[in-house]
């Protein structure tokens, strides 16, 4: 029987002939008419001034922007803990040490109030965080008004990881474009795909121009191989940006896709009592709903998640808990943690549920009696 994904990734049109005419051009490697294009189609989405690196992943991304923050050993990184690990690893990557921040309920992103509470506590213990890693997590915008004050406040760039809320928006501005440095994932279950890949936007010329000499090895000006310092293998391909090519043609079409799984969801649970559908606060905050997530009540529902997650893929649908909290991973689990405990209630309580794009009407409606006929019996 078909599965049905909890994000599968889903072709456009033209990948095809945009690699076909890498390969008839023997664009094949790390230049290239795609690489060009995808990149003009990005820069003119997000809208000057911001500036677009083409990187292998998301993760990468995040690495070039911390390093040329000049983020080093033993400096300090503010981190959303309600996050995948790719969020933080890069802090790791430079010997620095992330500092794990909860999440508010609303947004389920950074809580504005322990970001600052941190803040306040690292520099009466002689510390000042070097940088902020804010993540729209499930493509819901954080609250950025309130964080962007922060960062003014206390001179402390932020990098937004923007990777799962490619066309989200916060008072009508592009997560990903509020600070220095935003980052984007085209990983495989992202909104629009170029198989993996990432981009970091940047404000300036010499922040995109230095990140794509880290990007490429760090190789000096010279009629020779010269190298002054380390530098990464994180530049995309031709042939991976063709496929980015034409997904950029049906991003639009696959944000408003996502958004109408996010309705079917709100409907089938609106008389439910015990499940909460995952929503923006209010009109300020725009979410491209990448994953549709919910939380469930055990004590009004009769069930916990863990339950509904195995009932649903018994019926081959498939579902993902929240994420585990960063501060209760074992690799982290020694760094400093500033919170109350929402990101743990999230993780015990919440699920993503089936969001793809390409979820026909019959998928939905088997989702829906599946579903249904779970929660009658209980």
Same mark, same amino acid.
């Given at each position: ?167 989200? *928006? /916060?008072? $009508?501005?592009?997560?990903? +474009? ?6 984007? =994932? @085209?990983?495989? %279950? ?77 409907? *089938? /649970?609106? $008389?439910?009592?015990?499940? +909460? ?6 009109? =300020? @905050?725009?979410? %491209? ?90």
């Amino acid at each position: 029987m078909k599965i049905i994904k909890l994000s599968e990734a889903q072709k456009a049109i033209n990948e095809l002939t945009y690699v076909k005419e890498a390969i008839k051009n023997n664009e094949i490697s790390n230049y290239g008419n795609n690489l060009n294009i995808f990149k003009q189609q990005l820069e003119t989405y997000f809208s000057k001034p911001n500036k677009i690196v083409l990187t292998n992943s998301g993760t990468a991304a995040i690495h070039l922007a911390l390093i040329q923050l000049g983020i080093n050993e033993n400096d300090e990184v503010l981190c959303q803990s309600f996050t995948f690990s790719a969020s933080a690893n890069p802090i790791c990557y430079q010997k620095a040490i992330p500092i794990f921040i909860d999440s508010e309920p609303e947004t389920w992103n950074i809580c504005p109030a322990h970001l600052e509470r941190a803040i306040d506590n690292r520099l009466k213990l002689g510390h000042k965080p070097k940088a902020i890693i804010v993540v729209h997590s499930y493509g819901m915008p954080a609250k950025m008004d309130e964080i962007v004050k922060i960062s003014e406040k206390y001179s402390i760039p932020i990098i937004e990881d923007a990777a799962g809320a490619f066309g989200s *928006t /916060f008072n $009508n501005k592009h997560c990903g +474009t509020f600070d220095e440095f935003g980052v984007i =994932s @085209f990983n495989g %279950n992202k909104i629009i795909t170029t198989s993996g890949g990432g981009a970091l936007i940047c404000k300036m010329e010499e922040q995109q121009h230095r990140a794509n000499v880290l990007a490429t090895q760090a190789k000096a000006n010279k009629p020779y191989y010269h190298h002054e310092e380390l530098g990464y293998n994180y530049s995309m391909s031709n042939i991976v940006a063709g496929i980015g090519r034409a997904q950029m043609e049906v991003l639009d079409e696959r944000i408003l896709s996502r958004r109408e799984m996010h309705k079917f969801y709100t409907e *089938t /649970f609106k $008389n439910i009592e015990g499940i +909460t559908v995952f929503k923006e606060p209010n009109n =300020s @905050f725009y979410s %491209n709903h990448w994953l549709t997530c919910i939380l469930i009540d055990s004590e009004k529902t009769g069930f916990t998640n863990e339950a509904f997650k195995k009932e649903l893929e018994k019926h081959h649908i498939e579902t993902r808990f929240l994420w585990k909290p960063l501060h209760l991973q074992p690799v982290f689990s020694n760094y400093p943690y500033y919170g109350n405990a929402i990101s743990e209630q999230l993780f015990k309580s919440g699920l993503c549920l089936p969001s793809g794009s390409n979820l026909s009407n019959k998928d939905k409606d088997y989702i829906k009696s599946v579903i249904i006929d779970f929660i009658s019996k209980k």
